[in-house]
């Protein structure tokens, strides 16, 4: 069976990146189509594997995709995959699902999320100007209008969390099913190596794209209060408005420059992101609890802790839900204010938690759950229960 792959664009590298990088390898042969892609910013993980992008695939997109959100919808429909494809795989948050293709393959999406500039315009929030998003309401009606019939397009859709499918059946009028995104269970894991020998002496960890509605923010200003030692590690566009903001909140008067050491937050340290998965997974083991005070689709970052046995503290909504059981294998908190996140910390520094347990519970989550869950709707959806989707 001959397949193609499809991700919205690959110029950062994060969860729906992880995922892609399961698909390739559960077919080795099958082609990436992406709008944009940047080798340097994507750590050379998709290196071999591009066969074509689009128009918009030029250094200034690249580097600023988010004022081309216009055109994506052009440009993804003008990447026509040829006929010579019986399966196409679309892995998107927005745009892959909209590839025009030939009339004999089949099309599977697995949904990130549905395009969120389209039908939650409070996303914007931060990233345009209120003059801006009056301006660009027409845009927004054309994304939402174009999204909509994008979505009607696959012949199935898959969503990564119950939050999702249900938004899938609000926004598109379609049912999904639900197929959990992969953890690999042989790269995050609890290690004896780098486990926490004294939880007490332990910091608390925050892990992701530096972006607004993570809200790092929220984070720093609880623990610039707590004085307990927490990490943050990423990169994104935020990343110098965090560090900025680490100089600034202790001084408690307009900022001091950021080389200034006595006017940072002693016990807050904002690291840059981590390439390589066996450090990340000593982050992890290394951490008190993972810090999630943001609403996610799903949330492989938490996932991924959880399998190193991590307890997460996490607002209670969006995929977090499906992932910590409040006093099971973290705490969960009800508003997004750094009085409850704090509220949240010192509850869970009262409990103990069995980090085994925690592990255990992650093993939904497994990369061996996904394929094989994927394997069999392709299987019996596309090729009958005799072959394998791998089969050539």
């Known amino acids: 069976m001959k397949v193609a792959l499809v991700h919205d ?3 950062q590298y994060g969860g729906g990146e992880r995922v892609l990088e399961t698909l390739m390898e559960m077919f080795p042969e099958a082609p990436i189509y992406t709008i944009l892609y940047d080798e340097k910013n994507t750590h050379g993980r998709f290196r071999g594997r591009i066969m074509k992008t689009s128009f918009l695939d030029f250094n200034l997109a690249r580097q600023n995709h988010r004022a081309f959100i216009p055109l994506m919808p052009a440009a993804v429909s003008a990447m026509t995959i040829d006929d010579n494809y019986d399966l196409i795989i679309s892995d998107t948050a927005g745009y892959a699902k909209g590839i025009s293709h030939g009339k004999n393959a089949k099309h599977i999406s697995y ?7 389209a039908w939650e315009p409070s996303y914007l929030t931060g990233i ?3 003059f801006q998003f009056l301006i660009s309401k027409p845009i927004l009606r054309f994304l939402k209008n174009w999204d909509y019939k994008a979505g009607q397009k696959p012949d199935v859709l898959i969503a990564n ?3 999702i499918a249900d938004k899938i059946k609000i926004y598109y009028g379609r049912e999904a099913r639900v197929i959990y995104p992969p953890v690999d269970t042989k790269k995050f894991f609890m290690d004896p190596k780098s486990y926490i020998q004294n939880p007490k002496s332990s910091y608390y960890l925050a892990v992701g794209r530096i972006m607004r509605y993570k809200r790092f923010d929220l984070i720093i200003d609880a623990f610039a209060k707590l004085k307990f030692p927490l990490k943050i590690v990423g990169d994104g566009p935020e990343f110098q408005n965090l560090k900025f903001k680490i100089a600034c909140l202790p001084a408690g008067r307009p900022c001091l420059p950021v080389g200034k050491e006595n006017s940072k937050l002693r016990n807050v340290e904002l690291l840059p992101f981590v390439k390589n998965d066996e450090e990340l997974r000593k982050l992890y083991n290394g951490a008190k609890a993972l810090i999630f005070p943001q609403v996610e689709d799903f949330g492989l970052v938490a996932a991924e802790a959880q399998a190193c046995g991590v307890p997460i503290i996490a607002y209670q909504d969006g995929g977090a839900l499906e992932i910590v059981q409040d006093g099971v294998s973290g705490v969960l908190f009800d508003k997004q204010t750094p ?5 949240a910390v010192q509850k869970f520094e009262q409990l103990e938690l069995d980090r085994n347990k925690i592990a255990q519970l992650a093993k939904k989550f497994s ?3 996904f394929v094989k869950e994927l394997t069999g709707l392709i299987n019996s959806f596309i090729i009958g229960s005799n072959v394998r989707p791998n089969d050539n």
Do not use: V
């Open 9 to 11: 664009y690959l110029n």
């Open 339 to 343: 009085e409850c996140l704090m509220n």
């Open 161 to 163: 969390s119950n939050f």
């Open 111 to 117: 949904i990130h999320t549905p395009l969120r500039y």
């Open 367 to 369: 990369k061996d759950r």
């Open 128 to 130: 345009i100007s209120n």
